[in-house]
């Protein structure tokens, strides 16, 4: 089950007199006649773009290693590619190290395309799942992992938090 922040509130002052953790706001008795009301904490887009930009910087797995799919990485993976196509001899003598310290011998296009192919294609997934995250309302918390399972569908990731 999915926990949430709920903000209790004076009414007459509007400020926070207690933050509760619980599943739902069904979870909380709010008494009205106390003069206290729960509120559920919301997630802005900002959250959601930042969350998606930190991801973009982690990388992902392809092809059972971590790379990184920061701008850095995927231009030196555009610059390998130039290279192959310059008919430059030092373009398939490039080693490179993952994330996680394996050493790759990246020898033909072919290899190179394949990783340049798949960052793009995760950058793009987790721009693209960012901007649906976005248009919900009210915005989950986006630093849930479910969430940016790119091999579900934004609806099946959604399911799988409650």
Known sequence: MTQQTFEIYRLDTGEVINRVLAGSEQDIAVQ?????????????????????????EAGTQ?????????????????????GFGAGLPEASQVKACTAEGVLLVLDTEEKVQALYHAAIKYRAGIVTRSAEIQQLNPIPDPSQDALWDLSKTLPEALAELT
């Open 32 to 56: 009205d006649d106390c003069g206290v009301r729960a509120e559920a904490e919301t997630f802005s887009r900002v959250t959601v773009s930042k969350e998606a930009e930190k991801r973009i």
């Open 62 to 82: 392809i092809n059972g290693h971590q790379f990184k799919t920061d701008q850095d990485s995927v231009s030196r993976l555009r610059e390998m590619l130039d």
